[in-house]
């Protein structure tokens, strides 16, 4: 295995465990069942919220660059 894939698995480990982490903190704002969905019954009451806070953007952000880490990992150890 090159350097080049070493470098690659261990950052998309680390993508891996920020995903994994700002969406368990996401759950954890919505705690009811919807927020496992994407929205809770509490944002229902007054309308959508407008925007993403800063722990949503991360986990947007992480989640796109997980999924081209993704490819950029297969086609280097392939």
Do not use: P, Y
């Not at 698995?9 to 903190?25: E, N, R, T």
């Not at 705690?31 to 994407?38: C, D, I, K, T, V």
């Not at 944002?43 to 796109?64: M, N």
Request: aromatic residues 12%; glycine residues 12%; contains cysteine.
């Amino acid at each position: 295995m090159s350097a080049l894939a070493i470098i690659m698995v261990i950052v998309h480990v680390i993508l891996a465990v920020g995903v994994i982490f700002f969406s368990l903190q996401r759950m954890q704002k919505n705690a009811e069942l919807g927020g496992a969905f994407g929205g809770g019954a509490s944002q229902a009451h007054f309308g959508r919220e407008k925007g993403l806070d800063t722990s949503a953007k991360w986990a947007l952000w992480l989640g796109i660059f997980f999924m081209l880490s993704c490819f950029l990992t297969t086609m280097v150890l392939v």
